[in-house]
C-alpha cells in the first residue's frame, strides 16, 4: 500500500516538473515482498490441491477434505496469537510460513488415515475417531515437539540478528501447536460425525477413482 501511494504520488509529482527533469525508481521492496506473497499462496495451493486428491484416491473424498482443511486451519489460527509476539506479516514471517508450510500437513494425514483404517475395520466413525485419535496421540505430539525444539536455537541468537530471526521459531512453533491441537481434536471431531453417503450420482463418481485405487493397493499389500 506504501508503495502503490508513492508511485501515485510521484506521477503527480511528475506532472509539475520541467520536461527536462525526471526521476527514476532504483529500489522498490514491495516487489520482493508481492513475489514472497505469491509464492506461499502458491505453494500453499499446489499443497491444498496435491494432499485433497491424492488422500481422496487412497481414502475417500470426505476424509481428504476434512484432513485438507487443517492445513489453512493451523495457518490461520496462529494469526491470534502472533500478535502477542509483536509478529507482523514481513519478509522473514513469510519464510517462515512458507518453512511451516512443508511440515503441517503430516500429524493430520496420520491422523486422518488412522481413523479411516479403523472405520475399514468395521468401527463405527465415533469410535474410529477416538481409538484412531488416542492410538497415534503420543507418536504426532512428539513429533509436533521434536520439530518445535528444532527450531528453538534461533529464538537465542543474540544482538540484532537475533531480533529478526527470532520470527521464525515464533511463527513455525505456533504453526505447528494449532495443527497438532488441529489433527487431535477438531479433526476427530468431523470424522466422527462422518457418515458415507452412497446414493447419488456426484457420490458415486467421486468414490470411483478410490474404489480403483485403493482396491489396487489393498491387493498388492
Not at 527470532?166 to 511463527?171: E, K
Not at 489433527?183 to 480403483?212: C, D, Y
Amino acid at each position: 500500500g506504501v508503495a502503490t501511494a508513492v508511485r501515485g504520488a510521484l506521477e503527480e509529482i511528475e506532472a509539475t516538473l520541467p520536461e527536462e527533469v525526471s526521476f527514476a525508481i532504483n529500489d522498490d521492496d514491495s516487489i520482493i515482498y508481492r513475489q514472497r506473497r505469491d509464492l506461499l499462496l502458491k505453494n500453499m495451493g499446489i499443497g491444498l490441491v496435491l494432499v485433497l486428491v491424492l488422500l481422496g484416491v487412497f481414502l475417500e473424498p470426505r476424509v481428504a477434505f476434512w484432513v485438507t482443511l487443517g492445513i489453512p486451519i493451523s495457518f490461520l489460527g496462529s494469526f491470534i496469537f502472533l500478535p502477542f509476539f509483536g509478529v507482523t506479516l514481513n519478509m522473514i514471517s513469510m519464510f517462515a510460513f512458507i518453512i511451516a508450510l512443508g511440515i503441517v500437513v503430516d500429524d493430520a494425514i496420520v491422523v486422518g488415515e488412522n481413523i479411516y483404517e479403523f472405520r475399514t475395520q468395521g468401527m463405527s466413525p465415533i469410535q474410529a475417531a477416538i481409538h484412531g485419535a488416542r492410538n497415534v496421540a503420543m507418536p504426532v505430539t512428539f513429533s509436533i515437539l521434536s520439530n518445535c525444539i528444532a527450531f528453538l536455537p534461533l529464538a537465542f541468537i543474540p544482538g540484532f540478528l537475533g531480533k529478526i530471526w527470532l520470527v521464525i521459531p515464533i511463527i513455525v512453533c505456533t504453526v505447528f501447536l494449532v495443527s497438532l491441537i488441529e489433527s487431535l481434536f477438531i479433526l476427530p471431531s468431523h470424522l466422527a460425525h462422518h457418515t458415507r453417503l452412497r446414493t447419488g450420482r456426484v457420490w458415486k463418481i467421486l468414490e470411483m477413482p478410490q474404489q480403483f485405487f485403493g482396491g489396487g493397493l489393498e491387493r498388492f499389500s
